[in-house]
């Protein structure tokens, strides 16, 4: 089976039924194929059963902890996992982060803004199989096998590092990283609470792509969480 | 007020006479005081606050007299309030400005607002002071309002000189206190009020310096503003006491009258301080414990002196105010002297019983001579004299001074005077001087040993000293006769002299000892008073309490108090809680609690514990028991260690209660807040979150309705505007949430270094569709360091105050975000709308709960939550919020401060 970013297989793991009612219809006129879920348990019955592309995953289930289910979908597969939690959760978005989830979406959210994520999600599936060697946002071009960086036709020298982290954000082409994330690849798993190595970096990166963090062109700050590039 | 009240003799002279000038025709308006510790703290603005409110109600208010001492925030607050013209009065070539009376009492407000109650008029007014103004206007039927400093009241007066070394002359008579009906406290922590005086809000700069140097320092301002607290929450318990008392019976009403218990260190005292709780408490009056320390005080027995303390002491456990009074030896004169200034009418003293030893007898005789003299001078009072039962004043065993020193004396009185022969005997025997000179080896002797060993030694050595002369240098030698008459009288003389000499030796060593027992004890007191004053939570009291009490006592200490059962509980003990507390200490605990005595070793109950439970009380009943188990078990019996016990626990009850008052007071006004916070969060939730329902549900239902064809058009509006309404509804319920956790504390910023930008780029992202008709500008300098917050937050913090400028700035106006710092280590974060600015007198308010700068039904809507969840917020990071004018004084700029993040020590491009 060869998913795209225009039709897929959606599972929905939500134990409000109004909510599930109209992101079916949602997901539904995307092109989107959707299977619902009320439970945790049931939701990890359909992950293993209906072969689905993704998972949307609601983090405060009746049954189980949404960080278990990531957990337990994680043990056996890489299949993309969305997470819906409430604004100030930022602990359990980080904790759920950390348990394998690839992204959040804060309730209540627009169904464009979270069509909007499913795209990224689903792209990276398909680009897992042949990850392009060369990542353009806007002006920016990262070509991941050169570790060469550009903005228009400028070169940009960046150090090992903050190269490192770019292309980290690029691989991931929209999608957030999360703190630990790019602390445990570029520093080590030794340096994830350094949080001002990589605070120091990002304002390092953002200086050379003249990038205003107050209105970002290229690196978006998920406060609190993460970083994203723009896609 | 009742009829029966008018009715009444006044209670106090002075209060007659003001009414007498104008008898009250209808009923007497009521007086609120606004209370302060210090010129500052926001009485005034607090009274005209008040002003408002009672304006708003329908109130009809006039301010006769405020003054806002060139403070601006006061100046605007008497805006709108109705002002009445001032009395010019000529004086000293200036022309004053005072209230003037008359106009006030033609204009019949049912409101005055008289400021500064303490304030002395100018020769020649009607009335030489402020208050006689006031009582005036409050009998001519019209309510009045006024602020006054803790310092002007007349019986703090001495203890105000005492902390601030300055004599304040205008005063205030604590009936005109006592007799307001309502007082309320405006408490300002002393760091605050410093800096609102640092900051030049109460004085103008040039005295602020002299200010702060004299009186506003810290120390001072906790002290006065410890006894602002007191005073109202005095004030606080007598109403609620006359009104049990006014429900359960139907007594004589209060009066200003009092009933004083003498005390003295006879046995009598403590019937003395029952009866007097009898009498009070019959004659429904508060009652006074006073004693008077004479110079010879100290040198009294230390077990007469352990009367008196024990008497005082039961006297503030049974209610009584106490008062220790300094006399050089007009005892009685004295006593009568604060009888008269405290309004006293009754006073208790007790007839001196005869004692069984000369030596009692001839102090017993002395203080007769003040009983008598008391009973002289008192024939204004009515004098009770209590006559005591010898059987129910049985002393308690007092543990005598060890005998082992005593007996060292006598052998000292042996050794001296042998010596004193031995070195006479060669002097005599070659002449040096005649044989009557040598009695002055032996008068030495004496006075050595009364000096070192006290007066039952020194006797006996003068006993000996005069056998020993007779013996060895009187003729005929060696025998006990005397052969002459005139040595006969010179032997007599000498004993009386070495008698006289040894008795004087002894006192002056009682004395000796008594002054360093006194110093000790008051070193070790003024340590550990200055070290439990320190702690500021009922915790830290409590430890602070038990460990140095531990060291001043030299014992293992342990506080216990009521659980919600009643049951006592440790709470605190030094070195540890006892893990196996007996069944006797555990009894004399509980016993201690009970009956509001000691109990436990060294006492009449249960002495066999290791432990001596004593009661924490200040006035009232104990709220719990504070115990100690000393290492040395004997100490429990001396006097001067129980004496340091009783006064290291009335500190600790102190501590503790004034710890507790300060609680209770801030609960009370959470308490009262809380209500009104509920009655408009009601208002908000029914009103502001059901509007946005209204439109959703329309929409949506005629959107579902099959029978309505409408346009695309149409269609596509009703849907915007229900998701427009929805999101209104989504921003009201995070509002709620915060204002909810800000309000149980629950919000706990994770702080680190941040980048503003970062955090101004993430909340203009979130905020596009609200700020789609203004245009942003932001405005941070490249070289801003990093703001030491959590982003969550402060972004919050940042989207409510960009909603904020929306909402009031007309669309299509610029709102600018301007970050910069402030010149003091912090950053500023500014939000400049171009809508209709903030009055000035606003300008703090709008940051309060459900306060909103234009009400009405064309108000924008919001839930008036929006602001003061911002200063939740910035408050959280200790960071501040304020409102200012926009640039140029056009539209609004609301300014965070907030901290700055410490610099990096570490770069991780060096380090790696």
Not at chain 1, 194 to 223: C, Q
Request: net charge negative; with cysteine; glycine share 8%.
């Amino acid at each position: 089976m060869t998913p795209n970013a225009a039709s897929a297989r959606i599972l929905l793991i939500e134990d409000e039924a109004p909510i599930r009612r109209f992101l079916k219809i949602a997901l539904g006129s995307a092109g989107h194929e959707t299977l619902e879920a009320g439970s945790g348990r049931e939701g990890l019955e359909r992950a293993v059963i209906g072969n689905p592309d993704l998972i949307i995953l609601d983090l405060g289930l009746p049954d189980m902890d949404g960080k278990a289910v990531v957990r337990e979908i994680r043990s056996w597969s890489s299949l993309p996992i969305l997470v819906l939690s409430v604004r100030d959760g930022e602990a359990e978005k980080i904790a759920a982060l950390d348990a394998g989830a690839d992204d959040y979406v804060t309730k209540p959210f627009a169904t464009g803004e979270l069509l909007a994520r499913l795209r990224v999600l689903l792209r990276k599936r398909g680009d897992s199989e042949a990850q392009p060697s060369t990542v353009q946002v806007g002006p920016l071009s990262v070509d991941l096998a050169r570790r060469l960086v550009t903005v228009g036709d400028q070169e940009i020298k960046l150090t090992r590092k903050e190269f490192d982290i770019l292309a980290l954000l690029a691989r991931h082409g929209g999608r957030l990283v999360s703190h630990r994330q790019i602390l445990t690849e570029v520093w080590g798993p030794a340096h994830v609470d350094d949080l001002h190595y990589l605070r120091i970096a990002i304002g390092h990166i953002r200086n050379k792509l003249d990038d205003d963090p107050a209105s970002p062109r290229f690196i978006v700050t998920e406060p609190g969480v993460g970083y994203r590039l723009l896609s | 007020m009742t009829p029966a009240e008018d009715d009444r003799p006044a209670p106090e002279a002075f209060l007659q006479a003001a009414r007498a000038e104008s008898e009250p025709p209808q009923k007497r308006g009521k007086l609120k005081i606004f209370l302060g510790a210090a010129p500052g703290v926001g009485k005034t603005y607090a009274m005209l606050e008040e002003a408002h409110l009672r304006r708003r109600a329908g109130v009809d208010v006039v301010a006769a007299l405020v003054e806002t001492h060139g403070r601006m925030e006061t100046a605007a607050q008497l805006v709108g309030l109705a002002l009445l013209p001032r009395r010019r009065v000529p004086y000293r070539g200036q022309v004053l400005t005072e209230l003037d009376i008359d106009a006030l009492i033609e204009r019949r407000p049912q409101l005055a607002l008289i400021d500064e109650l303490a304030h002395s008029n100018p020769p020649g007014s009607r009335h030489p002071k402020r208050w006689q103004d006031v009582m005036e206007v409050l009998d001519s039927g019209i309510d009045v309002l006024t602020t006054l400093n803790i310092q002007h009241i007349e019986s703090l007066n001495d203890a105000v000189t005492r902390i601030s070394g300055a004599r304040v002359q205008e005063t205030v008579p604590d009936a005109v206190v006592a007799e307001a009906d309502a007082i309320e406290l405006i408490d300002l922590p002393p760091d605050e009020l410093i800096d609102r005086l640092k900051e030049g809000k109460i004085y103008r700069p040039a005295q602020a310096g002299q200010a702060l140097e004299n009186f506003f320092t810290r120390d001072k301002l906790t002290a006065l503003r410890e006894m602002a607290l007191r005073t109202t929450a005095g004030q606080v318990d007598a109403e609620i006491l006359s009104l049990m008392q006014a429900k359960a019976t139907r007594g004589p009403l209060p009066s200003g009258e009092r009933l004083m218990v003498c005390i003295n260190e006879a046995p009598v005292a403590k019937t003395l301080v029952r009866s007097g709780k009898r009498m009070a408490e019959r004659a429904k009056i508060p009652w006074l414990a006073v004693t008077v320390v004479t110079p010879t005080h100290e040198a009294l027995g230390a077990e007469a002196q352990q009367q008196m303390q024990d008497a005082m002491r039961l006297a503030e456990t049974l209610g009584a105010e106490t008062v220790t009074l300094r006399a050089e030896s007009d005892v009685a004169g004295e006593l009568l002297r604060f009888a008269r200034s405290r309004n006293v009418s009754r006073l208790l003293i007790g007839r001196p019983r005869w004692q069984k030893t000369p030596w009692r007898r001839l102090t017993a005789f002395t203080r007769e001579a003040v009983s008598d003299r008391l009973l002289d001078g008192a024939t204004d009072f009515e004098v009770t004299v209590v006559t005591p039962n010898v059987r129910n004043e049985r002393r308690k065993a007092v543990a005598r001074p060890r005998i082992d020193t005593q007996a060292r004396g006598y052998v000292a009185a042996v050794v001296v005077t042998a010596i004193a022969t031995l070195l006479g005997l060669p002097v005599e025997s070659i002449d040096l001087l005649p044989s009557s000179a040598l009695t002055v080896f032996y008068l030495l002797g004496v006075m050595l040993v009364g000096a070192h060993y006290g007066l039952g030694p020194s006797l006996f050595a003068s006993l000996l000293a005069f056998l020993c002369y007779n013996f060895f240098f009187i003729d005929p030698i060696l025998t006990l006769t005397v052969a002459k008459p005139s040595e006969v009288v010179a032997l007599s003389v000498f004993l009386l002299g070495a008698l006289f000499t040894g008795n004087l030796a002894s006192r002056l060593k009682a004395q000796i000892e008594s002054m360093r027992a006194t110093q000790t004890r008051i070193e070790t007191l003024y340590t550990f008073a200055r070290k439990i004053a320190s702690a500021t939570k009922f915790d830290d009291v409590l430890w602070a309490a038990a460990a140095h009490g531990a060291k001043a006592l030299n014992a293992r200490t342990l506080i216990l108090t009521p659980d919600a059962a009643g049951a006592l509980q440790q709470v605190q003990g030094h070195p540890s809680i006892e893990e196996h507390l007996d069944a006797r200490a555990a009894g004399a605990a509980q016993w201690a609690f009970e009956k509001a005595e000691a109990a436990g070793t060294g006492t009449g109950t249960l002495p066999g514990s290791d432990w001596l439970f004593a009661p924490l009380a200040t006035a009232g009943k104990p709220f719990g028991v504070f115990g100690v188990a000393f290492a040395d078990p004997q100490r429990a019996a001396d006097p001067e260690t129980r004496r340091l016990l009783l006064a290291v626990e009335d500190q600790v009850a102190v501590a503790i209660e004034r710890n507790r008052l300060a609680e209770e007071l801030s609960n009370a006004r959470v308490a009262a807040e809380s209500d009104q916070l509920r009655a408009a969060l009601l208002n908000s939730v029914s009103h502001d979150l059901r509007t946005p329902l209204v439109t959703v549900i329309g929409a949506m239902s005629s959107l579902a309705d099959p029978d309505t064809d409408l346009p695309r058009d149409d269609r596509q509006e009703l849907v915007e505007t229900a998701l427009d309404e929805a999101r209104r509804l989504d921003r009201y319920v995070q509002n709620l949430l915060d204002m909810t956790r800000l309000g149980h504390g629950a919000l706990k910023p994770k702080r680190g270094a941040v980048d503003i930008r970062e955090i101004i780029g993430r909340v203009r992202s979130d905020l596009a569709r609200t700020l789609m008709r203004h245009s942003l500008h932001v405005e941070v300098p490249r070289d801003l360091p990093m703001l030491q917050v959590d982003p969550v937050l402060i972004g919050q913090a940042l989207i409510n105050l960009l909603e904020n400028a929306a909402k009031y700035a007309p669309a299509g106006t610029a709102i600018t975000v301007r970050a910069g710092l402030d010149g003091k280590g912090n950053a500023e974060i500014r939000v400049i709308d171009e809508g209709p600015g903030i009055p000035v007198a606003d300008r703090e308010k709008v940051f309060d709960l459900f306060h909103r700068a234009a009400r009405g039904d064309g108000a924008p809507a919001g839930t008036g939550m929006g602001l003061a969840i911002v200063r939740g917020l910035v408050a959280a990071h200790g960071g501040k919020v304020r409102a200012d004018a926009g640039p140029g004084g056009q539209g609004a700029a609301l300014v965070m401060t907030l901290p700055l993040a410490p610099p990096e020590d570490t770069d991780e491009e060096s380090e790696q």
